[in-house]
């Protein structure tokens, strides 16, 4: 492996390079990112076991959260690592300076966590000791729990300050790269939350590269032992760190050599890309026949809504009945035309899409479940709770919500795994609960 001064001495030639293209084309800048960003998403995921693959990563991409047979926690992380992914791309440059509240926002943005328990690590530091088994099998402690937050705000006032000096091209100033590769491993050394470390640095790492103009570094699955194992030498065995850095330069060249490929007119994608963009663009174009041939909102109640909101309502009573001396379960189209019928909901669904009209309404915009328990039958307090599961209807996809908070969007004519409606209910039956106990005292 080349030395890191001759790695970075390539990287600066790479760089010239490019910045003589000038502006890049809005077709090659779109191309790039949709693929350094596909990449990013997949490769940075895997590594920490997310189980979807570069074909589901890519329907997530697009807005298809349906991912069958996956676990709900996967998609939704791929999907939350997307939209923070998304927005440092558009940035560009942006704000590079780094804050604990922006580090905190970042992981909650790609962390999902179903179990109760450890729902408060999400955006949090670490309340408890965590550690690696390395390539040697030993173990390697990060930072305690208690040293988190002065090593975190030490971390970032050094970062911060080396930035500055670069900002104001002051004499002696670093090179970019020197403090990015630097700041990447001794946040990982740190490990501040309890999981999600790998990703997070990873994230935060690109936005700074990505503020420099340089493109995204992407480790890909073959590469990842390679990386912890330097990882794991300078962490558990004094080993130079410059050879990690010398490694992390090449993934850059490799993403600068991408860069001027594209530029150059030349193919940036695998073949088994191509391949599966052809999969994915006939599945949208199968997609779009049975929207046409079916009614899409009625096709998507019978398939999907509907045994959501039969099981919302067991599930409801069986759990909570016996505590309230009353309970409301109503149904209803545009929040409002309300209704304690499964069948008349369907009959005015059908009757709206086959443009007979109900009562006016000549489009489904909303079809929801509103389950309440009022009259607390036990203790002094008395009180009601209430939760509500809501479908919002768009051209090409549908989005469920409870109450207000965004579950999940899938596209017409796909439906949901029985696990996958039992999660969603549980999280609507959850909330009751949640209310009930904060009332009851």
């Not at 991409?61 to 558009?90: T, Y």
């Not at 940036?268 to 890309?273: G, K, V």
């Not at 965004?406 to 039956?429: F, H, M, N, W």
């Amino acid at each position: 492996m080349s030395s890191y001064i001759e790695t970075l001495a390539k990287i600066d030639q790479m760089q010239e390079r490019i910045k003589a293209f000038g502006d890049f084309p809005v077709e090659i800048k779109k191309k790039l990112q949709y693929k350094f960003r596909l990449d990013w998403n997949y490769y940075s995921n895997s590594m920490e076991g997310n189980t979807l693959t570069k074909a589901e990563t890519r329907d997530v991409m697009i807005g298809v959260l349906n991912v069958a047979g996956k676990p709900l926690k996967d998609v939704l992380e791929m999907k939350g690592h997307n939209d923070v992914v998304e927005q440092i791309m558009r940035m560009g440059k942006g704000e590079m300076r780094l804050s604990e509240k922006r580090i905190k926002d970042i992981h909650a943005g790609i962390m999902h966590e179903d179990a109760e328990n450890k729902k408060d690590e999400i955006g949090q530091w670490k309340k408890h000791p965590n550690h690696i088994i390395n390539y040697k099998s030993e173990k390697f402690n990060f930072a305690a729990p208690n040293e988190v937050a002065d090593k975190v705000h030490e971390l970032l006032n050094w970062l911060n300050a080396e930035l500055d000096k670069i900002d104001a091209g002051k004499k002696g100033a670093p090179h970019p790269l020197d403090v990015i590769f630097k700041f990447h491993l001794e946040y990982l050394t740190i490990h501040p939350f309890q999981d999600g470390n790998g990703r997070t640095a990873r994230i935060l790492t690109n936005l700074l590269l990505i503020s420099f103009d340089y493109p995204p570094l992407i480790i890909r699955r073959e590469e990842k032992d390679a990386y912890y194992n330097y990882l794991g030498d300078i962490q558990g065995y004094g080993g130079k760190p410059d050879l990690l850095f010398a490694y992390m330069g090449k993934l850059v060249l490799r993403s600068q050599q991408m860069v001027l490929d594209a530029l150059e007119g030349k193919e940036i994608e695998e073949p088994e890309d191509v391949e599966k963009e052809i999969a994915l663009w006939k599945k949208e174009q199968e997609l779009k026949k049975q929207s046409k041939e079916i009614p899409a909102i009625t096709g998507a109640f019978k398939e999907l809504i509907l045994p959501v909101f039969v099981l919302f309502r067991e599930k409801a009573l069986f759990n909570f009945q016996s505590l309230f001396r009353s309970h409301r379960i109503q149904y209803g189209i545009n929040r409002s035309f309300i209704t304690p019928n499964l069948s008349l909901l369907e009959g005015m669904i059908e009757d709206v899409e086959s443009k007979k009209g109900y009562n006016g309404i000549s489009k489904v915009d909303t079809i929801l479940a509103s389950c309440s328990f009022a009259n607390y039958k036990t203790g002094e307090t008395n009180f009601s709770v209430s939760s509500d599961l809501i479908f919002t209807f768009a051209d090409q996809l549908y989005t469920l919500r409870l109450n207000e908070d965004e579950l999940i969007t899938l596209r017409y004519g796909q439906t949901l795994s029985q696990k996958e409606q039992d999660a969603i209910v549980s999280k609507a039956i959850k909330l009751i609960f949640e209310q009930i106990k904060q009332k009851a005292g």
